[in-house]
Nanobody, 122 residues
Framework: QVQLVESGGGLVQAGGSLRLSCAAS????????MGWFRQAPGKEREFVGR????????RYADSVQGRFTISRDNAKNTMYLQMNSLKPEDTAVYYC???????????????WGQGTQVTVSS
């Protein structure tokens, strides 16, 4: 099983940018479809985006499309989430996930990181 550790969260003003990193260890990182999810206070965890094992295919939630970009470096066992034009509603704990699947339009994952807090002030 792969282990995941997120970093890069913090406090940023609306309109600003942050880049989150997800470092993986354990089983071969390159074999997994990876993704990012987030959970705001009082809300369910929601899908943000995912990236194929090669990095060639990405999918995003409508709420972040055009503002967020996921990438991965399999040689470094690391995935990234570049977040631009941040909004207060992006405030949440962001989770890195491995072995992302989608069933009947609902995304889920087999393995999760511990999460990193992102707070966007207005």
């Amino acid at each position: 099983q792969v282990q995941l550790v997120e970093s890069g969260g913090g406090l940023v003003q609306a309109g600003g940018s942050l880049r989150l990193s997800c470092a993986a260890s354990g089983r071969t990182f390159s074999g997994y479809m990876m993704g990012w999810f987030r959970q705001a206070p009082g809300k369910e965890r929601e899908f943000v985006g995912r990236i194929s094992w090669s990095g060639g295919i990405t999918r995003y939630a409508d709420s972040v499309q055009g503002r967020f970009t996921i990438s991965r470096d399999n040689a470094k066992n690391t995935m990234y989430l570049q977040m631009n034009s941040l909004k207060p509603e992006d405030t949440a704990v962001y989770y890195c996930a491995a072995d992302v699947t989608v069933v009947f339009g609902k995304y889920n994952a087999e393995t999760w990181g511990q999460g990193t807090q992102v707070t966007v002030s207005s």
